[in-house]
């Protein structure tokens, strides 16, 4: 290995590579996720693991009809995430901002 960074060069419109957590940041949650289905296979067999997972399942599955989006609440409440505040509780959706800077969508909409 030169130690060149392998992602040279950047693409139009980048402005640095991006950082090697990153790929470790965006699965954070799944990676939490089997961090403790694989301590409660030791702790308690693999019982509780499959049930944890069947549930889990279970609550991606559930929905509402068709054209109105679902909340997901039943799987928001069993990750535990449903006392979490985000962006896209309060907006409705991720955040304008995050995929593109300000200047290109002020250029767009003139």
Known sequence: SSGI???WPLRPGEITTKHPLEQSELFYELNQHRI???MS???SGSAL???IQAERASAARIGRLPGVAS???HL???AG???DLAIEDLFD???PWEDSPQHSRCNATA
Request: no cysteine; net charge negative; hydrophobic share 35%.
């Open 41 to 43: 296979n030791s702790i």
């Open 93 to 95: 959706g991720p955040s």
């Open 36 to 38: 403790k289905l694989g």
């Open 49 to 51: 693991p499959m049930t």
């Open 71 to 73: 909340s997901y609440l």
């Open 5 to 7: 960074n392998a992602e």
């Open 76 to 78: 928001e409440v069993f």
């Open 81 to 83: 995430m449903d006392e």
